[in-house]
């Protein structure tokens, strides 16, 4: 699988514009999620797998070339799953590069995700949880403590840096568990990016969004993930 390496450059965003309304709570805030999951994931799906997969190279691309990325010793990387884009990309740069690479298990009893390193994805690698492509037994253990940089996933993004995800909450109650210090670097499609994201007043940022056409980068990190 090819790569292609050429930087993409930011572009500068407008500001999001003043709230007008209190966010939603409660089953309003549930509902209001889930229509934007929804959407989100429709509108991944509708992409052509050719622009999928371009769109994947040039995310990657510009993931692999951030400063945070290059310092890091330690990721932690989510495997694509369904139509989402390709972040075993972002794997093998890190493993060529000799980094250390972490990606989740699912534990469904506890709902929560343990860290497993993996050096090879062929042989690693394999469907998991609701066939989620995750880190096979033999895979040693990674602590959280030693994460220094990490690929959130997301259905969907705003410009605010808040995150939607699945619905499962896993992603919320890892990121608390991580170093301060880990650089938090979401890749999405262009399609996933909406107007805003439905938070509640404990959810968090990520550090920056990745396309395939621009970096978002909002600061600073604090309230405001979904997922």
Not at 38 to 50: F, H, K, S, T, V
Not at 151 to 161: E, K
Not at 185 to 214: C, K, M, N, Y
Request: net charge positive; proline share 9%; charged share 20%.
């Amino acid at each position: 699988m090819s790569m292609c390496w050429a930087v993409r450059y930011h572009r500068p965003m407008a500001p999001d514009p003043p709230s007008t309304s209190a966010p939603p709570v409660g089953a309003a805030l549930r509902d209001a999620k889930r229509g934007v999951r929804e959407q989100a994931i429709a509108a991944r799906d509708a992409l052509p797998a050719a622009a999928r997969a371009a769109a994947s190279e040039a995310i990657a691309a510009t993931i692999v070339a951030l400063p945070s990325f290059a310092a890091a010793r330690t990721i932690l990387v989510t495997l694509p799953f369904r139509s989402e884009w390709d972040s075993r990309l972002v794997v093998a740069r890190a493993l060529a590069d000799g980094k250390t690479v972490a990606s989740p298990r699912v534990d469904a009893a506890a709902r929560m995700l343990s860290l497993h390193r993996i050096a090879n994805l062929a042989r690693d690698v394999a469907p998991g949880y609701r066939d989620i492509p995750e880190p096979l037994s033999h895979c040693p253990v990674v602590t959280a403590a030693d994460i220094d940089w990490v690929l959130v996933p997301g259905v969907a993004f705003d410009t605010a840096g808040r995150r939607l995800g699945y619905g499962g909450g896993y992603y919320d109650r890892l990121l608390p568990l991580l170093p301060s210090r880990a650089a938090r670097i979401a890749g999405a499609f262009e399609a996933q990016i909406v107007a805003a994201v439905p938070f509640g007043p404990h959810d968090l940022t990520v550090d920056s969004i990745v396309t395939e056409t621009r970096v978002v980068d909002p600061r600073p990190r604090g309230a405001a993930t979904t997922g």
